[in-house]
């Protein structure tokens, strides 16, 4: 019977902490609104982190990773880093490849390829920060997402001991834009769970000298397209 009754608590405390774990997710990660600032109050870092979004089926940036990549070009043009990191899953499944769709758009725009840097193995935005700061060795950066997006990453950043602020880029309505606000909440979760515990990103990767150029980071010369 006691057996029964333990088991029964262990039972119960289950939805408990799932629901005290939700809650602490978002609020500790709501905090990081405070470092979304417009374009023009961005302070000078190192580096602008693109994270990286779908790509279409013909190879080029959909719209959520357009709007990213205009707000880093917007940033970068305005002397706010010297370079770019556009971090995104280039897995290899099927040809799917978000990051060198990032690069030929940076490109096509008249971005100096030195100053663009490849992050393949950015599945998720924890991977992503983890090895900006950890593979890159960034301590300051500006990160250009949507709105809905950059608590998270400016949280994950910020825990990682970066100083990092986000700069929204939404420039239109997006058709899942429910969706995506929906998803990021049971993402953040998973990003409160990862820092509290420390986890180690998919691949990790030899250390890379964002002070070089980004070309040292590109997997292979692919042709600029223009849009």
Same mark, same amino acid.
């Given at each position: 019977? @006691? ?18 774990? %939700? ?7 709501? @905090? ?50 010297? #370079? ?19 690069? #030929?758009?940076? $490109? ?9 840097? $490849? ?10 920060? %983890? ?20 608590? @998270?990453?400016? %949280? ?19 058709? #899942? ?7 990021? @909440?049971?993402?953040?979760? #998973? ?37």
């Amino acid at each position: 019977m @006691r057996k029964r009754r333990v088991i029964i608590f262990f039972i119960l405390c289950i939805p408990v902490f799932a629901i005290a774990l %939700y809650c602490a997710a978002q609020i500790t990660i709501g @905090r990081a609104t405070n470092n979304i600032v417009d374009a023009n109050d961005a302070p000078l870092s190192q580096i602008i982190i693109v994270l990286g979004a779908s790509v279409l089926p013909n190879g080029t940036p959909s719209d959520v990773l357009r709007d990213r990549l205009f707000t880093a070009e917007e940033l970068y043009i305005a002397g706010k880093a010297p #370079k770019i990191l556009v971090s995104g899953d280039n897995g290899g499944v099927d040809g799917y490849d978000e990051v060198n769709a990032m690069r #030929k758009f940076l $490109l096509a725009d008249d971005i100096p390829a030195d100053d663009i840097f $490849l992050d393949h193995a950015g599945f998720d935005t924890y991977d992503t920060m %983890y090895r900006a700061r950890h593979v890159f060795g960034v301590t300051s950066a500006i990160v250009a997402t949507q709105a809905f997006h950059l608590p @998270r990453a400016l %949280y994950i950043g910020e825990q990682l001991g970066m100083d990092v602020v986000g700069v929204a880029a939404e420039r239109q309505a997006y058709v #899942k834009g429910d969706l995506f606000e929906m998803r990021e @909440r049971f993402a953040n979760v #998973k990003a409160f769970w990862d820092v509290t515990f420390g986890a180690l990103p998919t691949y990790e990767g030899e250390i890379v000298d964002i002070t070089g150029s980004g070309t040292v980071t590109w997997d292979e010369d692919v042709p600029v397209t223009i849009r």
